[in-house]
């Protein structure tokens, strides 16, 4: 299973991608904006952050043949970039003929089962349900990782699973229960699910029990 920061916070994934816990990051164009200065400078500092990992770049042309053109650009910037692309219909033809050219491809957006299979069938690097907004309008996202995670292993699909949309640490231990091949999670749910208020309690037991031995030395 594999980590992905969704951030562009370049400290906070520098922080984290020293622990061997995070595998990757993904960006959009909100993330960028909230991280200021030059986009593509911004992607580049983070995937230097990144040599062995994983980033997924959006992008932000809507016509498809200018999609097509920006997602070459995209991938050009460096050799571990997933170019993120929203499963839209009009989008279909020329995420064929990228998959076809070797262009590594995050598919976002995905909110159902058979838009995950076309997505498959066409041999995307990654598939992204977005769970937490449909758990927004009292849908249970959950369920689309289950049927995903069945259908990529029903048919042998090369495409890897990327749970997306993570709002809690509910949903994050909800994706590694459905056997996501990779999670992306946001800076707080990631540094809320790293802690355990038992485990604090715990070591500040063994901690106060420890100081009553009054023990000069140990071992």
């Known amino acids: 299973m594999k980590i992905f920061l969704d951030s562009a916070d370049v400290a906070a994934i520098k922080k984290w991608v020293q622990t061997g816990l995070i595998d990757g990051v993904t960006t959009n164009p ?14 580049l500092e983070v995937c230097k952050l990144l040599p062995n990992g994983l980033v997924s770049v ?26 993120k692309i929203p499963c839209h219909a009009d989008y279909y033809q020329i995420i064929a003929q990228l998959v076809s050219e070797g262009v590594a491809l995050n598919i976002t957006l995905v909110f159902s089962l058979l838009q995950a299979a076309f997505m ?7 598939i992204s349900p977005f769970i937490g907004r449909w758990d927004d309008i ?44 990779a999670i992306t999670v946001p800076l707080s749910v990631f540094e809320k ?19 009553a031995l009054g023990a000069k030395q140990f071992p």
């Open 30 to 43: 909100s993330l960028l904006l909230k991280a200021g200065g030059e986009p593509k400078e911004h992607v």
């Open 138 to 181: 009292d849908v249970d996202g959950a369920k689309l990782l289950y049927e995903i995670r069945a259908m990529l292993d029903q048919y042998d699909y090369e495409s890897k699973l990327l749970a997306a949309s993570v709002r809690g640490v509910r949903h994050f231990h909800d994706a590694v229960m459905a056997g996501s091949d």
């Open 120 to 126: 498959a069938k066409l041999g995307v690097a990654y």
């Open 58 to 83: 959006e992008v932000t042309e809507k016509e498809p043949k200018a999609v097509y053109a920006q997602a070459k650009k995209i991938a050009s910037l460096s050799d571990n970039i997933l170019v």
């Open 193 to 211: 699910s790293i802690t355990h208020l038992l485990t604090d309690q715990g070591m500040a037991k063994f901690d106060a029990d420890w100081r």
